[in-house]
Nanobody
């Protein structure tokens, strides 16, 4: 059974930093990509960043230059380093693993709140 557990969220002042972690287990298949999404109140869930198995990264324009996605295979963990945080980054952040058959597995989410 695949499980993803996010951590690292919290309350931070604008301009601050947080590092989100996503520890996964039960993955017995090749992963096509790992990704971070976020969902703010009254808004749709949006893709923040992803990292393909080949090392290609994608970042939403709104976070480019401020956020960095990475992965530690030895620790079965995906990270999202978030710097220069803004109030508009406030959201629940979700980790996602995409299998080779393009099926997605989601974590439960972690709240990030950025105060102005």
């Amino acid at each position: 059974q695949v499980q993803l557990v996010e951590s690292g969220g919290g309350l931070v002042q604008a301009g601050g930093s947080l590092r989100l972690s996503c520890a996964y287990s039960g993955v017995t298949f090749s992963m096509t990509a790992v990704a971070w999404y976020r969902q703010a109140p009254t808004k749709q869930r949006e893709l923040v960043a992803d990292l393909s198995s080949g090392g290609r990264t994608y970042y939403a324009d709104s976070v480019k230059g401020r956020f960095t996605i990475s992965r530690d295979n030895a620790k079965n963990t995906v990270y999202l380093q978030m710097n220069s945080l803004k109030p508009e980054d406030t959201a629940v952040y979700y980790c996602k693993i995409i299998s080779g058959s393009l099926y997605g597995y989601w974590g439960q989410g972690t709240q990030v709140t950025v105060s102005s």
